[in-house]
């Protein structure tokens, strides 16, 4: 793993990274990875609920405001995360020769975060979204 990382990044900027409060950010990134697949998996689960209940003709129980507050969690949390990232953590302990990684691996995340909160989005809320029943 190291490997990977240290072909895109300068030598300069790998020394130390989890020294100095390093740990704080890889304890959120696990956090967020695990959040991640909890909240994939509920929306699959809830997929199914409505799928059997579709099959057995019985009502299916009512997720909206169990998906509405995963989905909000993933609106709000990471651009904050983000934020405290660059304002309390990087300007503190990182170095100025590899803002430009820093940056680069910011802007990385919130790409992907826009997909993940797109995905989940339409996971949740795609009958309401298309219309369809």
């Known amino acids: 793993m190291i490997f990977l990382l240290a072909e895109g990044v300068p030598a300069e900027c790998m020394v130390g990274t989890f020294n100095s409060n390093g740990w704080v950010a ?17 929306g699959f689960v809830w997929l199914r609920e409505q799928a059997h209940s579709r099959t057995t003709g019985h009502p299916s129980p009512d997720r909206h405001a169990a998906k509405s507050l995963l989905l909000g969690l993933w609106l709000l949390l990471p651009p904050v995360w983000l934020y405290v990232e660059y304002i309390f953590l990087y300007r503190h302990f990182g170095k100025a020769a590899c803002f430009d990684s820093f940056r680069y691996a910011q802007e990385i995340v919130a790409r992907g975060w826009m997909v993940f909160v797109a995905t989940l989005s339409i996971l949740y809320f795609g009958r309401e979204i298309f219309g369809r029943e």
């Open 26 to 42: 890889l304890a959120v990134t696990v956090l967020g990875l695990l959040g991640a697949v909890y909240s994939l998996n509920k």
